[in-house]
Structures are given as C-alpha cells and as structure tokens.
C-alpha cells in the first residue's frame, strides 16, 4: 500500500484528489466524531482510507466509519489546526494510546 501524506499545498503536480474516503470516527457527545491521530513528531493528521478493506486492515474490524469527500474532511478538521492528511496509511501515524483498565469496585 501506498502510503501518501498531503500537506496544505494546493494541488501539487501530479496530486490526484482522493473521491470518496472512508474515515475513521468515536462517539462523542452528541454524534460521531473525526478520529484524528499524531505524526511521530506529534503533529495532529487526519487519517482517510480509499476503501473499507484498507481501513479494517490498519485499524481492525470493530472500527466505525463514515464516507467524506476530501474537502468535506478538510474543512472539517482545519478549525481544529489539523493541516494533514494521510490517505492509505500502511500503519498508523503513531502507535494508538494502550487501552486503561476499568476501575475496580
């Protein structure tokens, strides 16, 4: 797989823009919430897949996604400083925090 991180540059040459993405989300409080990762520098990027096999594959079975065009994703995560984007990772940006144990009683 392709692995292609896509700064804030406008078009760059030979950029083919991405059509429909599979983009990974959490609950939040009201509704569905962008999943956003950190770069190994700990920068924020926002993750797409072109389809949901790539995304089961890096991120499992059980992960939740919505369908968003590259724009749409764009401009949904630059109010939040967000300015990458990576389609198709092979792995995760940066490795997912380890789950914490419930409380005992």
Known sequence: MEDALYGDAAEPGGRRRAGRLCVPVRPG??????RLFRTPFGDRTAVAFSCPARLREVLGPAQPWIVLSEPALRALVAPLGVRE????PA??????????PAPVA
Do not use: F, G, H, S
């Open 29 to 34: 409080p009201r509704a569905w919430v962008t």
């Open 85 to 88: 984007l990576r389609i198709d």
């Open 91 to 100: 792995r995760l940006p940066a490795p997912a925090p380890a789950p914490v």
